[in-house]
C-alpha cells in the first residue's frame, strides 16, 4: 500500500532561515513526487515535481528539493525563506497526499 | 488564477437534499479527480477518471457519485449525504494520471 509521511506538522521560522521539510514515502511501483502549496485562501498549487533523472529539482519561488531513492525521501529546501512562504506544503507520490507541514514565517 | 472550475463555491444541504458538484477545464486534460479535505487535513483522494473512464474508486459511500459526461467536465452527485460529510470537495485534472494536478478552489459543502 501507498503511504506518504511528512514529518514535521507545523514549522515556525524567522525571515532569512533556512527550511528544510521532509517527506518519506512507501510504494512497491513507479513513482512520481510532487510539493504542492497551499496559500492562506488560495488553491493548491504544484511547487515541483521529479519523475526521473537528475534527483535534485528546483521549482519555482527559489525551493528545491532532493529525491534520495534509497531512503524513499523526497525533502523540500529553500535556503532563505520570507514572510510570504506562510502556507501549508503538501507532499504527494502520484496522487496521494502527506498530511501537510504548516509553515509560519515570521517577519 | 486557477484553470479548474468549480461550482458552487459554496453550498448547504440538508441530509435528504439531492444536489451536484460541478467542475470544468479547458486545458485539454484527459484525467480528471475529485478529492475531500477536511479542516488542517490533506486532500483524501475519492474518485479518478482517465479518458472518460471511472479508473480509481477509493471506497467511497455510495452516496456520492461522480460523473465524466465528457473530457471537460466532471460532476459529483450528491444524496443523503451525512453531517461528518461536510469538507471543502476540489476536482483536479492534468495531462495524464501520472502528470502534476491542477486544483480548482473547491466548493465548501455543509450538510445540515
Known amino acids: ?23 518519506n514515502y512507501s510504494y512497491g511501483g513507479t513513482v512520481n513526487l510532487f510539493w504542492y502549496v497551499q496559500y492562506p485562501g488560495q488553491h493548491l498549487q504544484l511547487l515541483l515535481k521529479y519523475f526521473s533523472g537528475d534527483p535534485l529539482v528546483k521549482g519555482i519561488k527559489g525551493f528545491e528539493a532532493e529525491f534520495i531513492k534509497s531512503k524513499f525521501s523526497f525533502n523540500l529546501r529553500k535556503p532563505s525563506v520570507q514572510w510570504s512562504d506562510t502556507a501549508e506544503y503538501f507532499c504527494a507520490v502520484n496522487m496521494r497526499f502527506g498530511a501537510g507541514t504548516r509553515l509560519t514565517v515570521k517577519p | 488564477d486557477t484553470e479548474v472550475t468549480q461550482t458552487p ?47 480509481i474508486n477509493e471506497s467511497v459511500p455510495s452516496r456520492f457519485s461522480p460523473e465524466c459526461p465528457n473530457s471537460s467536465l466532471l460532476n459529483l452527485h450528491l444524496h443523503a449525504l451525512q453531517p461528518e460529510d461536510s469538507a471543502l470537495y476540489l476536482c483536479a485534472s ?8 491542477h486544483f480548482g478552489n473547491g466548493t465548501r459543502l455543509t450538510v445540515t
Open chain 1, 1 to 23: 500500500a501507498q503511504s506518504v509521511s511528512q514529518h514535521n506538522h507545523h514549522v515556525i521560522l524567522s525571515e532569512a532561515a533556512s527550511l528544510e521539510l521532509g517527506c
Open chain 2, 9 to 55: 463555491k459554496h453550498l448547504v444541504m440538508g441530509m435528504t437534499n439531492k444536489k451536484s458538484l460541478k467542475c470544468e477545464q479547458h486545458m485539454g486534460h484527459r484525467a480528471m479527480y475529485w478529492y475531500k479535505q477536511k479542516a488542517k487535513k490533506p486532500p483524501e483522494l475519492m474518485f479518478v477518471y482517465s479518458y472518460e473512464k471511472l479508473s
Open chain 2, 94 to 101: 492534468s495531462p495524464g494520471t501520472g502528470s502534476p494536478l
